[in-house]
């Protein structure tokens, strides 16, 4: 219930920066779902690697050892979000209507 939650609110985040932006709302709704998935995968393999690094034994076939790979994929998510909201922010030009603009004194 909750990996349904986190995808929501992850794809919801990206959905309203890419309409803020005007690029393409759903590429970046599901590349955002996709990094968290990958950043959890890959969470997942640094936890496996370190436990067998240092002997650390893990119960693996409990239930909750999926939450211990979210905060990596929650990290990645919002890594990837900050990147594109800061480029998209210099890349980003605000149009001025130049009628409006006519007779007015220049700065």
Do not use: C, R
Not at 6 to 31: C, M, P, Q, R, S
Not at 56 to 84: K, S
């Amino acid at each position: 219930m909750f990996g349904i939650l986190f995808i929501y609110f992850i794809g919801k985040y990206f959905y309203d920066l890419a309409v803020e932006f005007k690029h393409n709302k759903w590429l970046f709704t599901v590349l955002a779902v996709v990094v968290y998935y990958v950043g959890s995968a890959i969470g997942g393999l640094t936890i496996g690697i370190i436990a067998l690094l240092f002997d650390i034994e893990i119960n693996w076939e409990e239930q909750g050892i999926g939450l211990i790979a979210v905060p990596f994929g929650i990290g990645a998510a919002f890594l990837f979000y900050y990147l594109l909201k800061k480029k998209w922010q210099k890349e980003f030009v605000i149009a001025s209507d130049e009628i409006q603009d006519i007779g007015m004194p220049q700065e």
